[in-house]
């Protein structure tokens, strides 16, 4: 059974800096996309960046410039390196990895970035 781990969100001011980590254990597949999603309050979730086991990234239009994805295979981890935070990147982060040969999905508990202003 997948799981993901997340860690490193918190209370920042505007401007300031995060890291996010997800750690997966579980999975029997090395191939794999892994990434961020995140659901602000009343909004629907959101892809943040994604990294396959590659190194092809995608990031959302509103963070380009400002978030950094990476990933360390032998570890099965991915990071989110948060630059400039805005009020506006505040919500929950939640930590995705999709396996490729089966298309499955597996989530994260989700963890809370809360940027002041």
């Known amino acids: 059974q997948v799981q993901l781990v997340e860690s490193g969100g918190g209370l920042v001011q505007a401007g300031g800096s995060l890291r996010l980590s997800c750690a997966a254990s579980?999975?029997?597949?090395?191939?794999?996309?892994m990434g961020w999603y995140r659901q602000a309050p009343g909004k629907q979730r959101e892809l943040v960046a994604v990294m396959t086991s590659g190194g092809s990234t995608n990031y959302a239009d509103s963070v380009k410039g400002r978030f950094t994805i990476s990933r360390d295979n032998a570890k099965n981890t991915v990071y989110l390196q948060m630059n400039s935070l805005k009020p506006e990147d505040t919500a929950v982060y939640y930590c995705?990895?999709?396996?490729?040969?089966?298309?499955?999905?597996?989530w994260g508990q989700g963890t809370q970035v809360t940027v002041s202003s």
């Open positions: 579980g999975s029997r597949f090395s191939s794999n996309t």
């Open positions: 995705n990895l999709v396996v490729t040969i089966t298309i499955t999905s597996y």
